[in-house]
């Protein structure tokens, strides 16, 4: 049979949906709209643009000072010299950024996933992973702006870093975002109600916070305790602060690399395998 010139023009929508250009067209409207409805999000709240900094800038200017005739620090990679405490806990507040910015964007998961768009979205074709993927693409990037206006305020506080090192900190970030943003979704997977976010959240944030190297050096948490020497070396915060803390400097931790990887990885899938209505937790509650 000839097909007649044109004809496919005239085919359902459904068929014309199937050829690969105007799938790979629906994906990219689909992340990209979920991508722009939380940078604007982030935008006109601004109440969330500030709260997101003053955490940190707290802890930066009384905190630090506080502590900084208490904790000498020896000279330990990447730093080639002595540094005032502020200087190394600012890339544990990087971390801080991104990981109280993982924990927010699971919560907006939560609404969303009960009430807001994310309830249309989740019975869409498209696959789950996909727009799980978007949302947490679009929450990375909203920590990496919040990172570099921290950064620059703290350049103001005199806290400056090699100019080549603002530019490789940004895969750093973005793996580092990644990877606790999916932790975030991990956890968002197994929480019904919002009433329910924070416990959940406070008995993650905090023991991931506190037990990291974000306030102080492996060496000086071994001298006080073995046993939180090796929950904070292994914990993946931790790796993922050495990761921001080495790139800031121009240097490339590998072990940090690696392990940050692995846990995105990991979070990543249980997060899917969460969110998989036959087969994760969505299916205990009865559909997203």
């Not at 590998?254 to 994760?280: C, D, E, H, R, W």
């Amino acid at each position: 049979m000839t097909k007649r010139p044109g004809a496919e023009l005239h085919l359902p929508e459904g068929r014309r949906a199937g050829q690969p250009g105007v799938r790979l067209l629906h994906y990219w409207r689909a992340m990209w709209g979920i991508i722009w409805r939380e940078l604007w999000r982030f935008v006109t709240q601004r109440e969330r643009f500030i709260s997101a900094l003053v955490r940190p800038l707290v802890w930066l200017f009384v905190f630090a000072a506080g502590f900084r005739a208490a904790l000498g620090l020896a000279i330990t990679p990447p730093y080639e010299t002595y540094i005032l405490y502020e200087v190394y806990i600012t890339p544990g507040l990087i971390g801080m950024i991104q990981l109280f910015n993982g924990m927010q964007s699971s919560l907006s998961m939560v609404y969303d996933r009960e009430m807001g768009s994310m309830r249309i979205l989740m019975v869409c074709p498209l696959p789950r992973w996909f727009l799980l993927l978007s949302k947490l693409l679009a929450g990375t990037g909203v920590s990496v702006l919040q990172v570099y206006v921290f950064l620059a305020i703290a350049w103001l506080y005199d806290i400056q870093a090699p100019w080549l090192g603002y530019v490789w900190l940004l895969p750093a970030l973005l793996l580092s975002g990644l990877m606790l943003g999916a932790l975030g979704l991990l956890l968002s997977s197994f929480i019904k109600q919002l009433e329910n976010f924070a416990g959940v959240m406070n008995f993650v944030i905090f023991p991931m916070f506190f037990m990291s190297t974000a306030l102080y050096p492996l060496w000086k948490i071994k001298e006080s305790s073995a046993l939180l020497y090796n929950l904070a070396q292994y914990n993946p915060f931790s790796q993922a602060v050495e990761l921001i803390r080495f790139s800031l400097y121009g240097q490339f931790n590998s072990q940090a690399f690696i392990y940050t990887f692995a846990a995105f990885v990991l979070f990543m899938t249980a997060a899917i395998i969460g969110y998989n209505p036959s087969k994760g937790m969505m299916m205990r509650k009865g559909g997203a």
